[in-house]
């Protein structure tokens, strides 16, 4: 791409590739993933194409709650080195599109939603995008370091949303899939946090290890896997899943307490001797990934 | 009379003239960037927007076959 010295880049057009950048298509990726989940292991087939439109429309969700949080946090991002370079901190695109385009992928997604599926659906995506919006990245995120707790909240609907798209009903499995990418939220996002704790404080913005300390974080990480394991393992014993799911989600829970363990041991403040976050925060990626994969195995092999 | 107070229109002769909008001056090359931006996000609006018909049109199909 032709790079070009202007003194406001941001009066160009907005490149293509910028909106692309505004969706966070990385965080959509597992939004996404554990929205078909959802929709497979489902009692209810849907006709393919309402399949596809139902995690179009989560996934368009999702990339409107990313450019509305980008919209709404631009000067936070602008003072961390991580998010620095997106394209409203970097001048490439005015605030003003960023927040159309956000308004704009987010009603659609809801109106195509209750118009290929349900009207369910469609007020479940809806409020996810607005609870992750107005709750998490408005009032809680600025606010208190418990942000990541309730605000995990809007990432576990995906998989609810899923279901709900194909049988037009609320169940136990998916309230348990809510359940366990509820608890998962904050152990993965503190791992994360440990290792990035200068950035978040130079944002000023109050998560855990700023406000409580590292040991502390630790140890809440620890806390908060124990529950998760066994939300993971519950559908198992409940009878809602096979053998095989519960034989898998008891192994990758219990690895994923091991390295919980390894990082509630670890003494390090430095980035660098942070190992073991940094080992908990790509197994816990893995882990969902990993988790959701056996679940919609077992669905149809069972 | 600077470009903002040109944007802003002015009293002439006891009558208002109304603003008149200049394009900030820009070099050959950033104009051709903008056309080139321009370009392509109309392409892939279009590409979108056939996209959805064709999706509607089959998400209408699904849903009289399922008698929803």
């Not at chain 1, 399949?51 to 961390?80: H, P």
């Not at chain 1, 363990?261 to 990993?290: G, I, Q, W």
Request: glycine share 6%.
């Amino acid at each position: 791409m032709p790079t070009l010295e202007m003194a406001n880049p941001a009066a160009l057009p907005a490149d293509w590739r910028d909106f692309v950048a505004l969706t966070k298509p990385r965080v959509m990726s597992l939004v996404v993933f554990s929205g078909l989940c959802g929709l497979l292991v489902a009692p209810v087939q849907l006709p393919l194409v309402l399949s596809f439109t139902a995690i179009l429309c989560i996934a368009l969700g999702a990339g409107a709650c990313g450019a509305l949080n980008q919209w709404y946090e631009v000067e936070v991002d602008a003072k961390m080195r991580r998010t620095a370079k997106r394209p409203l901190p970097a001048g490439r695109m005015d605030r003003q599109t960023a927040l159309h385009f956000g308004v704009g992928l987010g009603a659609f997604s809801v109106l195509l939603m209750g118009l290929a599926t349900n009207w369910l659906a469609a007020a479940m995506l809806a409020a996810s995008i607005l609870f992750y919006v107005l709750v998490y990245t408005v009032w809680l995120k600025p606010r208190t370091a418990q942000n990541i707790v309730i605000g995990g909240a809007a990432g576990a609907f995906p998989p609810l949303i899923g279901w709900v798209a194909a049988t037009g009903h609320f169940a136990t499995l998916p309230v348990l899939l809510f359940a366990i990418i509820f608890l998962w939220t904050p152990p993965h996002f503190w791992a994360l946090s440990l290792f990035v704790r200068s950035d978040y404080a130079a944002a000023g913005i109050p998560m855990l290890p700023v406000v409580a300390g590292f040991e502390s974080t630790r140890r809440q990480i620890l806390i908060y896997s124990l529950p998760m394991a066994a939300a993971s393992v519950a559908p198992w014993p409940l009878g809602l899943t096979g053998p095989i799911y519960g034989a898998c989600a008891a192994v990758l829970s219990l690895v994923f307490i091991v390295l919980a363990c390894r990082v509630a041991t670890n003494r390090a403040t430095e980035p660098k001797d942070m190992e073991a976050e940094k080992h908990l925060f790509a197994y816990s990626v893995f882990y969902l990934f990993a988790l959701f994969t056996v679940l919609v195995a077992d669905r149809f092999l069972a | 009379m600077t470009i903002e107070d040109e944007h802003k229109g002015s009293m002439s002769q006891g009558r208002w003239a109304p603003p008149v909008y200049r394009w900030p001056k820009m070099s050959d090359g950033e104009l051709e960037m903008i056309r080139k931006r321009q370009r392509e996000r109309a392409r892939i609006t279009a590409w979108l927007l056939g996209a959805f018909v064709i999706l509607f049109f089959l998400i209408t199909i699904a849903k009289t076959g399922m008698n929803w």
